[in-house]
């Protein structure tokens, strides 16, 4: 049941508006009030409460215009086929596309700037200009749907005081990470410096990027839906302690079992600088967000749901009680068994990696969530036996929106475009989602 104060605060919530914010990008001041007024216990039910309240207006209205507060706003886009289609609001008229890593190595224009400025990919990051050139790229070249902010998920841990190398050849390090538990006390923030302002402070050259982004965009007639990221907790815990994707793949692991208190306050203080770090990049101007768990195949299902998944509700919870109306997409790489129960948490996309099985994405999420990505990226490649053309990436990406249905569906990779893959090969794919999901949805 809930308490006095917190059916008070509900009902004033649904009837007044007061913590549901318009959706102009800027945060309600309606947060002060609701940290400091109810217990956790009544906010974490409040909020799931007025999510329901704001599903079954949503069912109610299914054919009315999406987003009513946004579409006067100069910041949103003439093509908002992404938003739709992660909403769910009304059915569209082909299948939105975008790529992971659509910007980057695989682009012969990506080589040539980063030969021309003379900086690696970790040093461009603290370039605003670099940032809004690489993320365009993509754009001029492929008919996506949507760009997403050129970045990398260890920013955080920089902002947070943890150093990150690319030494070349081995991939992005944190080379010194934390030896104990006792550092995370000693070497990190604690929870009550987190807040907009560290955000501003640590991540501000990200924040003015995503400012640039929409510059850019708009100077150069460009008008889609800009994603902002982050990693989830537990990945970010995962570098943070192991300090490699490749190397002491156990230590993270090893921290949950053996310093379980320790892990859930490095947790609680890795999700609570991501949620605030996503926020500046919607009050910056971005219009959609993703939440990368990248490192879901290094945690065993059980610590997962003890770990991880309460990290990702709670993003989720405090993101959608300050931005109802903006899509929220995740991504379990790796773990795809928490698929079902990820579409429980208030995410509007569930994204589904190469190994998910077709034929059951649909009814694990069901009607809570739409899905995204899963097709093979090595279909992009070419093949010394000339096997991989534009027919051929034609014909598989018929087969797969055919096997996922084109409504309530975000065309996507289920990985990330890896650096040898063909740009023609990349652009057949896009092309194709446009005008095969077209012909089906008329059919």
């Not at 990008?25 to 309606?30: F, I, L, M, Q, Y």
């Not at 992660?86 to 190595?105: I, M, N, S, Y």
């Not at 920013?155 to 150093?163: K, Q, R, T």
């Not at 009550?192 to 990027?209: A, N, P, Y």
Request: with cysteine; aromatic share 8%.
């Amino acid at each position: 049941m809930f308490s006095k104060t917190a059916v008070f605060f509900l009902l004033t919530s649904v009837t007044s508006g007061f913590v549901v914010p318009s959706t102009t990008g800027r945060r309600s001041t309606a947060t002060s009030f609701r940290a400091s007024t109810i217990s956790p216990d009544d906010l974490h039910l409040t909020r799931k409460v007025i999510r329901q309240h704001h599903a079954d207006s949503d069912a109610e209205n299914a054919n009315a215009s999406i987003l009513p507060d946004v579409e006067d706003e100069e910041n949103y886009p003439k093509n908002d086929l992404m938003i739709r289609a992660a909403l769910g609001k009304a059915d569209v008229e082909r299948t939105p596309v975008w790529l992971f890593r659509q910007a980057g190595r695989h682009l012969p224009e990506y080589t040539a700037y980063k030969k021309e400025v003379g900086r690696n990919f970790l040093e461009m990051l603290s370039y605003p200009e670099d940032v809004a050139e690489c993320t365009l790229q993509p754009l001029r070249r492929y008919d996506v749907d949507a760009a997403i902010l050129f970045s990398d998920i260890l920013v955080i841990p920089e902002a947070l005081g943890i150093e990150v190398t690319m030494p070349g050849g081995v991939g992005i390090l944190v080379p010194n990470p934390l030896s104990g538990p006792e550092e995370v006390e000693t070497r990190l923030p604690s929870i009550d410096e987190i807040s907009s302002t560290f955000v501003d402070e640590k991540l501000g050259h990200v924040i003015t990027s995503v400012e640039l982004i929409l510059k850019k965009m708009k100077e150069e007639g460009i008008s889609r839906p800009l994603i902002g990221f982050s990693a989830a907790p537990w990945t970010l815990l995962y570098y943070m302690v192991g300090g490699s994707s490749k190397k002491n793949v156990e230590i993270g692991k090893t921290w949950l079992r053996e310093y379980p208190e320790e892990s859930k306050k490095l947790l609680n203080l890795l999700t609570k600088i991501v949620i605030e770090y996503l926020a500046a990049q919607l009050d910056a101007g971005a219009h959609m967000l993703q939440v990368f768990e990248a490192m879901g195949m290094m945690i065993d299902e059980k610590n997962f749901y003890e770990y991880a998944m309460p990290c990702l509700e709670e993003i989720s919870e405090e993101l959608k009680s300050r931005y109802p109306n903006v899509p929220l997409m995740v991504f379990s790489r790796g773990a795809s068994f928490a698929n079902e129960e990820l579409s429980k948490l208030g995410y509007d996309v569930v994204t589904i990696d190469g190994e998910v099985d077709r034929s059951t994405a649909r009814n694990t999420v069901a009607s809570r969530a739409g899905l995204q990505g899963n097709y093979d990226p090595r279909e992009l490649i070419l093949a010394e036996d000339g096997s991989k053309t534009v027919e051929s990436v034609q014909e598989s990406t018929r087969e797969y929106l055919s096997a996922l249905g084109c409504q309530r569906l975000i065309a996507n990779l289920g990985e990330g475009l890896g650096g040898k893959e063909d740009p023609a090969l990349v652009k057949a794919f896009v092309d194709a989602v446009h005008s095969e999901s077209e012909k089906m949805i008329k059919a």
